[in-house]
């Protein structure tokens, strides 16, 4: 996970030098540890000028808390131990040698736990505020060092001393110090329970931290420190961007949340809020929003909500299109988002061709919640189910033409599965055009570009690498037959005297739908070519389901003889004994009741239709 904690550029590294970029461990400020004495001296300009010559950041003198510089303990803060609270910031931000990654992390948080016990060993038992101003200043070092801890995956005691941290922060929510710290603290902790998948506690973390932004935004006040600040340094532009990021972090891990809680509206909405955000702070990585925007689509998706689907997919790529790096990783999240753009056509157009077949559809009529600040043509791309075979053909072109940009990147050769799934969407592309289709010629020759384009993978394929895969192949295959098969049984249903060429068409088809019904059930079987007893879970439903079409198919044959319609009944009957042998003997077997009780019925009926055959009726 994304650290939560917004690390601005340092305004110090080593106190005697400008690079930031070159701080040493050595070059940490001098351990200074002037006596605080009385806590109600006069505000003094040299406390100022003191911690400037030493390197750290100008107090602000209209901060609420510059009142602390007034005082010895906030002149001593100011100067040498303030240099080093950014200088251990500055270090814990840099990048370590990969043989010891955590090398500058240890560095600085001994320089933020001296920093605490050099404050809490400093006399401020004659002011109540700045005994208050003392423990809030260690809470806000305890942060540091949790984060710290966390980053250096010492991930129980991180959380320890962020606990403690958060005990001190949560009475001082509204004090302006304190509130980006709580904010930043129970991000963190929320992170934390979400990766170990405890979501409810997660959420918990995270919806306080939405809490505390909506409380300072309703009090009208100046924003509070940010998550870089000791003491008051920071120009409100810089706090108010720091807080809003805050939030932004919060609202992106509670959209995580909710959607591994199944709350997938929930999840969404506030992946769109985060969205927004990210847009109008100008604050993001352009193509992780386009992927995390193109992402979100496919919730869409599922709802029918296809012109909200469409509107993130349109911000999707309108952001993306504004980088042309070239680099792979590009590349690959272009195609990705191509990928995005396959799965919103084909989703379109098959549930254009289920409300075409009579199936009840229910297509979204929400309002479309929009992103403001993208100029996107949203009339060309197609929002509403066809209804016509041109509709449907447009349909078909759009989604067509995104799965060649996929492809692109996707090659067979380094890409296998991603180029496999190229290749089926585009299948079932053809399969739900062909539904619109009214001559049967045309709608078998779309099937047969289906069977080619997945029988040239299966050439290419390894059984010993692309088991699973070769199996679906298979199986969609031989469903293509099925249909082809029908389609031209629906021409003998209008001539019931088809002539040889059909006939042999006919019957070729059911052959080689039942061959790859058998290919599929040939790579269930283990290395003596037997099935086994009992079949995986995952796979029982399918391999049923390919006997039965065996056995459905085999009695479909168009005869030239008597004899060889009788031994083709024979043949049937078979293959449904055994799928009811193979039932009974697994009668906890419930994702087949339907296609079992079919069986039943024909190996009753089967009988007298062979022996009707026999005597020649």
């Not at 509206?265 to 955000?277: G, P």
Request: proline share 4%; net charge negative; charged share 25%.
């Amino acid at each position: 996970l994304l650290c939560v904690c917004e690390r601005t550029n340092c305004a110090m590294a080593d106190p005697e030098s400008s690079d930031a970029g070159t701080v040493d461990a050595a070059a940490a400020p001098d351990a200074a540890t002037t006596s605080s004495g009385s806590a109600g001296d006069d505000a003094s300009t040299a406390a100022v000028a003191d911690q400037q010559a030493k390197g750290a950041p100008a107090l602000r003198e209209d901060d609420p808390e510059f009142w602390v510089a007034s005082t010895v303990f906030g002149r001593w803060l100011s100067a040498t131990p303030l240099a080093r609270f950014h200088w251990a910031l500055s270090r814990n931000a840099a990048e370590a040698p990969e043989s010891h990654p955590f090398k500058f992390k240890y560095e600085a948080r001994e320089e933020f736990k001296t920093l605490q016990k050099l404050i809490l060993e400093q006399d401020t038992t004659e002011d109540a505020r700045l005994q208050d101003y003392v423990l809030g200043s260690e809470a806000i070092l305890n942060y540091h060092i949790g984060l710290n801890m966390l980053d250096s995956e010492e991930t129980g005691e991180g959380e320890r001393v962020l606990l403690k941290a958060l005990e001190a922060l949560r009475p001082r929510r509204e004090q302006r110090r304190y509130t980006s710290y709580l904010m930043a603290t129970l991000n963190q902790l929320g992170i934390l329970w979400a990766g170990r998948k405890e979501h409810n506690e997660a959420l918990a973390y995270l919806q306080e931290t939405a809490e505390c932004y909506r409380a300072w935004k309703a009090s009208n006040v100046p924003p509070p420190y940010s998550v870089d600040e000791l003491m008051g340094t920071a120009p409100d532009s810089e706090r108010n961007t720091a807080i809003e990021s805050l939030y932004t972090h919060s609202l992106f891990y509670l959209a995580q949340c909710f959607g591994q809680q199944g709350q997938q509206a929930k999840s969404a909405e506030y992946c769109h809020l985060t969205l927004q955000r990210q847009l109008a702070s100008r604050d993001y990585n352009p193509m992780d929003w386009a992927i995390n925007c193109a992402a979100m689509s496919q919730y869409y998706l599922t709802k029918n909500d296809f012109p909200q689907a469409a509107h993130c997919l349109l911000s999707a790529s309108k952001v993306a299109e504004a980088v042309t790096d070239g680099t792979e990783t590009h590349l690959q999240k272009q195609a990705d988002i191509a990928l995005c753009w396959v799965k919103y056509y084909l989703n379109l157009l098959s549930t254009s061709r289920e409300k075409l077949q009579g199936d009840q559809v229910d297509v979204s009529t929400a309002e479309v919640v929009r992103f403001e600040g993208l100029a996107l043509s949203e009339d060309q791309v197609p929002q509403k189910l066809a209804t016509t075979y041109d509709e449907a053909r447009a349909i078909f072109l759009g989604g067509q033409t995104w799965v060649k940009m996929a492809m692109q990147f996707y090659v067979l050769d380094g890409y296998v599965s991603d180029h496999i799934s190229c290749v089926q969407d585009m299948s079932q592309l053809y399969r739900h055009l062909s539904a619109f289709e009214k001559d049967s010629d045309r709608a078998s020759k779309m099937h047969k570009r289906r069977v080619d384009m997945l029988s040239e993978l299966v050439q290419h394929l390894n059984p010993q690498h692309f088991l699973a895969v070769l199996r679906q192949l298979h199986y969609e295959m031989a469903e293509i037959y099925v249909e082809m098969m029908q389609l031209k049984l629906s021409k003998v249903k209008l001539d019931p005297r088809p002539d040889e060429h059909l006939t042999a068409k006919i019957n070729r088809l059911i052959s080689q739908a039942i061959d790859e019904y058998n290919a599929f059930t040939d790579l269930l079987r283990d290395e003596k070519k037997n099935l086994p007893k009992t079949i995986d879970e995952t796979l029982v439903r399918p391999y049923l389901t390919a006997r039965f079409w065996v056995a459905r198919l085999v009695s479909q044959y168009i005869a030239a003889s008597k004899e060889e319609y009788i031994a083709n009944l024979h043949k049937s009957m078979a293959e449904y004994n055994d799928l009811i042998a193979y039932c009974d003997a697994h009668p906890d077997l419930t994702c087949f009741k339907e296609e079992l009780g079919l069986c039943r019925e024909m190996v009753a009926l089967l009988p007298s239709k062979i022996q009707r055959a026999i005597v020649g009726d």
